[in-house]
């Protein structure tokens, strides 16, 4: 390539960048200025305006780590691509806790939390914000940007009418603190907005969250919520995604930007120990329409080792996975920890199921399931961690969590 071709690019790519923040700042002032006298129109539609809370789903939030000794310490260490790999093995590989039901770290030392900057918006909008991934325009970790965006040009003011939920997607979706975090988005949001019912838009497994709470803070969900939008929620589980993320892991980048962001493998390290994905496997009472099952090609040693195809229904996927995992383990600060299948965390995820299934929609909330049918989720759309590719042979073929019409419904 010519040097004046190269020049070209690079400076057509800058004044994109350029752009896009000047685009940002203007939107900004438009927000400050509504803050100020408004037109007699403006006026009666923001008094008219009802308030919205984004909700994430797997891996669309923010998660900062922090040390109790070093209370100046504070590191982004999801979503990163610069070292991501390294600060994701030291700050996010975890144990589960069988007493708490929760995910603790490694590090003894070590809290995650997630930033709950700009009204809860940071944590849900560009997953890495800093400047390395803005100048090489990598949307894939463009989570609700675009739809933050979208409504504040539409007149929804930060604070006021437009709220966001980030949190630990590593731990179970009916966890305390993740139940009298929602909650108190929502009080806030009623509040803010002049005691207005909030419009909550899910996504992914945020779905299964909202619903948790939906079962277990019925009358909080009928006081607080207008209306319930989810896209693509997998509330009768995701079966091939999750399947293959216990088996071999799971991949949210693919090609030459793989090399920049956390392995399979070490991905595969965290999930073992996560609730969260074990309450995202099939739902074995669901009338599927096609039974979701898994096809793994193994050795027979009846037969001189011949290679068979063996397929597994969602009932006998468990025997499956422990004998998968049964030697699994990692290193970590030169100490071997055995990760088999977690069947403490099965067991918590089972009584997960339960709670879902006793979720009753109040009267007085509108709900509405946006989902598609054998299609993965673009990267730009909505979370970079909804096109998931499987590897392993699963019926219904799901490239995402939304990629089955029965996980959606209600």
């Given at each position: 390539m010519a040097p004046s071709t190269m020049f070209g690019a690079a400076f057509g790519m800058r004044l994109r960048v350029l752009r896009r923040h000047f685009l940002r700042r203007r939107r900004r002032w438009r927000s400050r200025r509504r803050g100020g006298p408004a037109r007699k129109g403006e006026e009666e539609e923001d008094e008219g305006r009802e308030p919205v809370l984004l909700v994430s789903g797997m891996g669309g939030s923010v998660l900062h780590a922090r040390r109790r000794s070093n209370p100046k310490f504070d590191l982004r260490v999801w979503v990163r691509i610069v070292l991501a790999d390294l600060e994701f093995k030291k700050y996010l590989?975890?144990?589960?806790?069988?007493?708490?039901?929760?995910?603790e770290p490694l590090d003894d030392d070590v809290e995650i939390v997630v930033p709950e900057d700009d009204h809860g918006l940071f944590a849900i909008d560009i997953l890495d914000p800093s400047w390395f991934v803005e100048l090489l325009n990598l949307s894939m970790v463009y989570?609700?940007?675009?739809?933050?965006?979208?409504?504040?040009?539409?007149?929804?003011?930060k604070g006021t009418t437009l709220f966001g939920y980030g949190y630990?997607?590593?731990?179970?979706?009916?966890?305390?603190?993740?139940?009298?975090?929602?909650?108190?988005?929502?009080?806030?949001?009623?509040k803010a907005s002049g005691g207005k019912r909030v419009n909550i838009i899910s996504h992914s497994m945020g779905g299964l969250l909202v619903r948790c709470f939906l079962s277990m803070n019925h009358d909080i969900f009928s006081k607080y919520v207008n209306k319930w939008i989810c896209i693509a929620c997998p509330f009768q589980g995701a079966p091939g995604c999750i399947n293959d993320s216990l088996l071999t892991g799971l991949q949210f980048v693919y090609g030459f930007e793989s090399f920049f962001f956390v392995s399979r493998w070490a991905m595969h390290q965290l999930?073992?120990?996560?609730?969260?994905?074990?309450?995202?496997?099939?739902?074995?009472?669901?009338?599927?329409?096609?039974?979701?099952i898994i096809q793994v090609w193994r050795k027979n040693p009846e037969k001189d080792g011949l290679v068979e195809l063996v397929q597994y229904e969602a009932a006998d996927c468990v025997s499956l996975f422990e004998e998968a995992l049964k030697n699994n383990e990692l290193?970590?600060?030169?100490?071997?920890?055995?990760l088999p299948f977690n069947m403490s965390i099965f067991k918590w995820a089972t009584e997960t199921r339960r709670i879902l299934e006793n979720a009753e929609l109040p009267d007085t909330v509108s709900f509405y399931s946006i989902h598609g049918t054998s299609y993965g989720t673009p990267y730009d759309v909505w979370l970079m961690g909804s096109q998931l590719k499987k590897e392993s042979a699963s019926r219904p073929t799901t490239e995402g969590c939304c990629a089955t019409r029965t996980c959606s419904s209600f």
């Open positions: 590989w975890s144990l589960y806790n069988v007493d708490t039901g929760c995910v989570h609700f940007h675009d739809m933050i965006d979208m409504l504040v040009d539409c007149g929804y003011e630990d997607f590593r731990q179970s979706n009916r966890i305390d603190k993740a139940m009298a975090g929602l909650r108190a988005k929502l009080e806030t949001a009623y999930l073992v120990e996560c609730p969260s994905i074990y309450e995202m496997l099939p739902n074995p009472y669901f009338k599927w329409k096609e039974k979701p290193k970590y600060n030169g100490k071997t920890i055995a």
